[in-house]
C-alpha cells in the first residue's frame, strides 16, 4: 500500500483542553488523551479510499468535495466507496472526522487525484529556467508513446517538500508529441503547437515564483503517489553550500533520483544557461539519466512544442 505522496496531506488535529488564567489543567488525568492517529491512507481505485487508523474509531463525518457521504462506520481499517467515480487526473479533496473510544477527534483533509491507468513514458525534454517577459520559465516534457498523461506531476523539487507542482490535463498524445509548461506566466495562447506531424500542447503552470536559475531540479512523476519516471539536476557549481548543490532542496531532489536510478554522476552545469540558452535533450530522446543527454543551446535556438535540434552553445 503506497501512503506517502497520493495526497497533500493536511492534519488539523482538533483536540480540546479546559484552561484558565493562563494555566493548563489536565483534564484527562488517567484517560486517553491522545488523538486518533491516521497511519495509511490512499485510493484504491478510481472508486474507493481505504484508511487505516491507529486504534478503534467512528467516522464521524466523511466528505468528498465538500459533499457529505451517508456513511456511518466504525473500526480501524475502512474502505470507503465515492458516489461516483473520479475521472482519471480528477482532483478531489478527501475530509474525514473520526472520534475514539475516550471521545478524542481528528479531522484530516487529503487531496486526491484520479488514477490513470494510460500513463504513457515520457523524459524531461527542455528547460528554461532563467527566464524574462519575452522568454519566460517553461518545461517541456517528450512522450515516448501513445497515451495520456492525466494526472502525472512536473514539480519543481520533491512532493511534499513546499514545492510548486502542475498536474498534466488528461489529453491523448502520441510519440513524440510534447507538453510544454509555462511555469510562473500564462501563456499568450494554449493553441496547439504542430509540427512534422508530431503536437506540442500548452499548459499554465500557475507557480508564484520563478524556477530556481541557478540551481534546481525538475522532477516528472507518474501520479501523485507514484515513481519518479525522470529527473533533471542543475547546478552552476559556484559555491559548496548544501554539498555542492547550492540549496537544500535541489540536494534533497539530487539524493531521491540518485537513490531511484533516475539519476547519475554530476549535475548539468548552469553557468551558460541565459534567458535565451536553455537546457535541452539531444534529438531523439536519449535517456541515460546524466548529464550526458543534455546540452545548452545557442541563443534563440530552443525548440519548445517541437523536436529539438541540436544547436550546442559553443563559447
Known sequence: M?????????????????????????????KDSSMPKLLEYGLVDNE?????????????????????????????????????????????????????????????????????????????????AKGTAENPDRIEILFLEAGSPAGMIVSDGIIGEENHMVVLPDIEVQPKDTVVIYWDREPESTDPILSN???????????????????????????????????VIYTSGENEDADGYGTNRTKNAANLLKSQGKWYGEPISSVLMTASRVIARLPGGQDTDTKDDFFITEARKSTFGRPNEYFPYDE
Do not use: Q, W
Not at 503536437?199 to 501523485?224: C, H, K, P, Q, R
Open 2 to 30: 503506497r501512503t506517502a505522496a497520493i495526497a497533500l496531506l493536511t492534519a488539523l488535529m482538533l483536540s480540546a483542553c479546559p484552561h484558565g488564567a493562563g494555566r493548563t489543567y489536565d483534564a484527562f488525568h488517567g
Open 48 to 128: 474507493k479510499m481505504r484508511l487505516v487508523y491507529d486504534e478503534d474509531v467512528v467516522l464521524l463525518s466523511i466528505a468528498i468535495n465538500g459533499t457529505i457521504l451517508p456513511y456511518s462506520m466504525s473500526g480501524t481499517i475502512f474502505t470507503i466507496p465515492f458516489p461516483s467515480p473520479l475521472e482519471r487526473g480528477e482532483s478531489a479533496l478527501f475530509t474525514v472526522t473520526a472520534e475514539d473510544g475516550s471521545g478524542n477527534t481528528s479531522r484530516t483533509a487529503i487531496r486526491i487525484i484520479g488514477k490513470n491507468m494510460d500513463i504513457p513514458s515520457a523524459v524531461i525534454n527542455e528547460i528554461s
Open 197 to 231: 506531424g508530431h503536437t506540442g500542447y500548452i499548459v499554465d503552470g500557475g507557480s508564484d515564483t520563478t524556477l530556481a536559475g541557478t540551481n534546481g531540479a525538475v522532477l516528472l512523476y507518474a501520479e501523485l503517489d507514484g515513481e519518479v519516471i525522470d529527473g
